[in-house]
């Protein structure tokens, strides 16, 4: 295999120490490790231009907009936007789509209305829709799966009625792994008239995106899960999908005019950003996308590709394991279960041992109903995750099976 595209050593807690062993950091679906340059972007900010944006007739405040505003393009030529403006910055993923499922759903959902959604999500990309359903009387329909954790296309496409306002699907799930056909999916959608969001929240690190190619109405994700900070997110919306949407929030920045009883609306992205943002956090995240773009995400697609081909043959090789997820197109995470052992269990004596892996529904209790299991262990991979680390875990599932029986 060839190397780790991202060196450990532009990551320094990856040197912790957990229990005396080196920390094997598994749990890259949750969050990925922030790489210095943007430990040091944020701080930067905050050390040398701390100030409230696009207010402000001063230097400081004229400086972070420009960068402010920077990385909004760049965000827009990463996933390949037409414009910058079709770039909302949230708080993250479970934001974006709640901003889509409060604002799309006043303008467009009626009573009797019905909204596809799949039945592998996040809860994230179930419950607001669950919500807005409630909200104006709507009905969830539910695209199912195979036991590998492949959506059947042709139920998708029966789904389909005269009431359909709506598809959402991830692209990625975050417990089987399984890459959903989502610019086929949109395709379909758009052969009805229906437009289609996207979660992509577990899918901007692992391959390139392009939201002109996948022709999606809507794509969310968060930069947490991109080596970028904690808190900041965004929401790419086609510019007409956008411009006839409400506001979500209202307040600072979002408005055009306004009088005692009434306001107009500002233009996009404004409409959709009321109040300060998170500033320093937007900053970090451009520093995580020149860092992804340092290497390149096709390297980091072929690299992930070849790190769960790797896993999944240790894995596997060990005696009464299985893996929760079996589709032939996977990004690199791998649900597992040893014999009837419970996944917390398997987790926290892996952490004894140092290595960092997530148990439990992973926020799918709908997919382990549907395997009729409790959860899972879910190892998840990153572009500094090495075959090394993969060898240890396997190593400690193998010194820890006995324990579980
Ligand atoms: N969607 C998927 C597929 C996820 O894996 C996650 C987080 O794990 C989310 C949505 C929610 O992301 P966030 O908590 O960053 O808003």
Redesign the pocket.
């Known amino acids: 295999m060839t190397q780790a595209p991202f060196p450990h050593t532009d990551f320094e807690i990856l040197d912790t120490k957990v229990y005396n062993h080196p920390l094997v950091y598994l749990d890259n679906?949750?969050t990925t490790q922030k790489p210095r340059t943007v430990v040091d972007a944020i701080s930067h900010y905050y050390t040398h231009l701390n100030s409230n944006i696009h207010r402000g007739a001063h230097y400081l405040a004229a400086q972070a907009t420009e960068l402010y505003e920077q990385t909004r393009h760049k965000v827009a030529q990463f996933i390949g936007a037409a414009k910058p403006c079709e770039i909302i910055f949230t708080r993250?993923?479970?934001e974006s789509i709640n901003l889509v499922a409060a604002s799309f759903s006043q303008m467009a959902l009626r009573e009797g209305d019905e909204i596809i959604v799949t039945a592998m999500e996040?809860h994230?990309?179930l419950v607001p829709w669950q919500l807005a359903a409630e909200r104006h009387k709507a009905v969830l329909r539910f695209v199912p799966y195979s036991d590998e954790g492949v959506l059947d296309i042709e139920a998708y496409r029966q789904l389909f009625t005269p009431r359909t306002r709506l598809v959402a699907a991830?692209h990625v799930s975050?417990t089987l792994g399984t890459v959903n056909p989502v610019a086929d999916m949109a395709r379909i959608a758009h052969s009805h008239g229906v437009p289609m969001l996207v979660?992509g929240?577990?899918a901007v690190a692992h391959t390139p995106i392009d939201v002109q190619a996948l022709d999606c109405d809507f794509y969310c994700f968060?930069a947490?899960?991109m080596y970028g900070p904690m808190g900041i997110?965004v929401l790419y919306g086609k510019e007409e999908r956008l411009n006839a949407m409400p506001p979500y929030h209202g307040g600072g920045e979002m408005i055009a005019d306004v009088s005692l009883q009434r306001s107009t609306y500002n233009v996009l992205p404004f409409k959709f950003e009321a109040g300060t943002p998170s500033v320093a956090d937007v900053l970090g995240f451009g520093a995580a996308i020149d860092y992804l773009q340092g290497v390149g995400m096709n390297v980091i697609a072929d690299y992930e590709k070849e790190l769960l081909r790797y896993a999944t043959e240790r894995l596997l090789s060990v005696e009464n394991l299985r893996i929760i997820g079996n589709a032939p197109h996977k990004a690199s995470v791998i649900s597992f279960l040893i014999g009837n052992a419970h996944p917390y269990d398997t987790g926290m004596l892996l952490d004894k041992l140092g290595i960092a892996v997530r148990t439990g529904h992973h926020?799918t209790q709908p997919i382990m109903d549907r395997y009729g299991i409790p959860g899972t262990v879910r190892a998840s991979f990153a572009a500094y995750t090495t075959t090394a680390d993969i060898d240890a875990l396997a190593s400690a599932i193998i010194r820890i099976a006995p324990m579980l029986q």
């Open positions: 679906a949750a993250g993923t479970t996040h994230s990309n991830t975050n979660d929240a577990q968060s947490h899960k997110g926020c």
